[in-house]
C-alpha cells in the first residue's frame, strides 16, 4: 500500500511543486534560452560575415577584370600619351561601341579620398572625346595603391615609380591594391611592347 507524500511536521501535502522547484525550473529554462539565443546570434553574424565576404571577393574580382581589360587593350601615342605616377594612371584604350565597332577612350584610375578616414575609393574615369566623361568607383575601401612601370630598355629589370617619357612605351606595368577585407589584395602585371616607341607607331601608321 503507498504512502501519501508527507511533510516535514507529517501533514499531507497537497499536488504541485514547491517555490524552490518552480525556481529551479526557471533557472534551468532561462540558461537554455540565453544559450539558443547566443547560439543564434553567432549563427546569424557568421552568415552576414560569409555574404559580405563573398560581396568583397566578387567586387575585387571584377576590379581586376576591369583594370586587365583596360591594360590589355592600350592604343599607344593615340589622343595622348601614357602618363602615370605612384598612384594614378592615365592612358587611351581601344574601346568597344554598341555598334560592333572600337573607338579611342582616355582611361584614368585614381584613388579618391573624398570620405574622411585611412580608406578610399578607386576610381575609373573615362572620357570619349564627344564630351562624354563617366566615373565610376570599381573598388571601394582601398588602403593604398602603388603604380609601376617596367623601363624597356634597361639590363635587367628596373620599375620606375612614374612614367613620362613621351617618346616610348613602358615593357610593362604592374599596378598594386590593398583594401579592407582582401588579405593578399590585387596584383596585376600588364606586359606591353616594350620595342614600341611613338616612331614606329607612326610608321606603321603610314604603311597602313
Do not use: C
Not at 5 to 26: W, Y
Not at 58 to 76: G, N, S, V, W, Y
Not at 96 to 119: D, K, N
Amino acid at each position: 500500500m503507498m504512502k501519501n507524500p508527507q511533510t516535514k511536521n507529517g501533514l499531507l501535502r497537497e499536488d504541485g511543486f514547491t517555490l524552490v522547484e518552480v525556481l529551479v525550473a526557471m533557472t534551468v529554462f532561462a540558461i537554455v534560452g540565453v544559450g539558443i539565443l547566443t547560439l543564434t546570434r553567432r549563427g546569424i553574424a557568421a552568415r552576414t560575415s560569409t555574404k559580405e565576404h563573398t560581396e568583397r571577393k566578387l567586387e575585387a574580382r571584377q576590379a581586376e577584370i576591369t583594370l586587365q581589360a583596360d591594360l590589355a587593350a592600350i592604343l599607344p601615342f593615340t589622343l595622348g600619351p601614357l602618363k602615370g605616377n605612384a598612384d594614378s594612371l592615365s592612358f587611351t584604350i581601344k574601346a568597344p561601341t554598341s555598334q560592333s565597332h572600337f573607338q579611342p577612350m582616355r582611361v584614368t584610375y585614381a584613388l579618391s579620398w573624398e570620405h574622411a578616414g585611412a580608406l578610399g575609393d578607386l576610381v575609373r574615369t573615362t572620357f570619349d572625346f564627344r564630351d562624354m566623361t563617366n566615373r565610376e568607383t570599381i573598388l571601394s575601401q582601398v588602403t593604398g595603391l602603388q603604380v609601376q612601370f617596367l623601363e624597356p630598355e634597361a639590363a635587367g629589370f628596373i620599375w620606375l615609380d612614374q612614367w613620362t617619357d613621351l617618346e616610348r612605351m613602358p615593357a610593362a606595368i604592374s599596378v598594386r591594391l590593398t583594401a579592407a577585407g582582401l588579405v593578399n589584395g590585387l596584383e596585376i602585371t600588364m606586359p606591353l611592347r616594350s620595342a614600341i616607341t611613338k616612331k614606329s607607331v607612326n610608321q606603321e601608321t603610314q604603311v597602313e
